[in-house]
């Protein structure tokens, strides 16, 4: 076997590889959708049109690669050799044409979805918002439900098809929440306050977790979503918080809470001091 057969053959393994490494890249992107709410669908469906549109340019160029040096080898006799060709409008409207109309489409999509997903937006539902009120410690995540004076760590419960209205702070370092079945990451930081707007719409557990390194804990600095079938479960674990004989009542507690731990273990606390979300912003 000459040196010609040699090389046809390693660009045709090359470029069966190229195709193969971006079809099951694409099959797994395409049945990778973990999405189980509304907004987080939308985002997905959103990088998966990136995706496609990203396809449209790194395929060619890989495509193109190897066609030339296939095509244009020293080897290959079949090729016209052209050595006083110096331009072509044809290659000139497509790199310049096919470029510009695909940022012009990614800056609309960019716009677009930026308003439909702006994490203070409220969401349109017949039922009323939960607000739960979310504070970042030294590892852990304390949720507290002003409406019915309870706290957990670690642990959110909320009834399907109802938008969660989410207040968000942190007592450390910055932090990131987010639920990445229920969509978007919003950061948490110290005397201020971010607001994000969830909806789950299928019963389940999920995991939340903090997206930004904040330290020796991060690892552990995990927390677990329940979505319940309905409003009757969720009341039913907020009478089961109420029964629980810790309480956030005085300062020492707090600031017991407050301290640093690694240990990602759920409590629940049956009573918390008033406005006691505002007061730890106001540490600051």
Request: charge should be positive; include cysteine; hydrophobic fraction near 50%.
């Amino acid at each position: 076997m000459n040196n010609s057969n040699n090389i046809n053959i390693i660009h045709k393994i090359l470029i069966l590889f190229c195709v193969s490494f971006f079809l099951i890249f694409y099959l797994i992107f395409k049945f990778l959708n973990i999405s189980q709410s509304r907004i987080a669908h939308t985002e997905f469906m959103l990088m998966w049109i990136v995706f496609k549109i990203m396809l449209l340019i790194v395929l060619p160029v890989f495509f193109l690669i190897f066609f030339i040096l296939y095509k244009y080898n020293k080897f290959n006799l079949k090729s016209i050799y052209k050595p006083n060709w110096s331009h072509s409008y044809k290659i000139e409207i497509i790199v310049w044409v096919i470029p510009i109309l695909i940022v012009f489409f990614l800056s609309y999509l960019s716009l677009k979805y930026t308003h439909l997903l702006e994490p203070r937006k409220s969401l349109r539902s017949i039922r009323s918002p939960i607000i739960i009120e979310v504070i970042s410690l030294d590892w852990r995540w304390l949720f507290i439900y002003p409406k019915y004076k309870i706290a957990t760590i670690n642990e959110i419960v909320i009834p399907i098809n109802t938008p969660i209205k989410f207040k968000i702070t942190s007592y450390s370092v910055m932090n990131s929440f987010f639920i990445p079945s229920l969509g978007s990451q919003i950061y948490s930081m110290a005397g201020m306050v971010t607001q994000l707007n969830l909806i789950a719409n299928s019963v389940g557990k999920y995991k939340g977790i903090s997206s930004n390194y904040s330290g020796f804990g991060f690892s552990n600095m995990k927390f677990q979503v329940r979505v319940v079938k309905n409003e009757f479960n969720f009341k039913h674990w907020v009478n089961v918080i109420h029964r629980s004989p810790l309480k956030i009542d005085t300062s020492r507690k707090l600031f017991n809470i407050l301290e640093s731990n690694k240990n990602f273990r759920i409590k629940y606390f049956s009573s918390i001091s008033p406005n006691l979300f505002n007061n730890i912003v106001n540490l600051f």
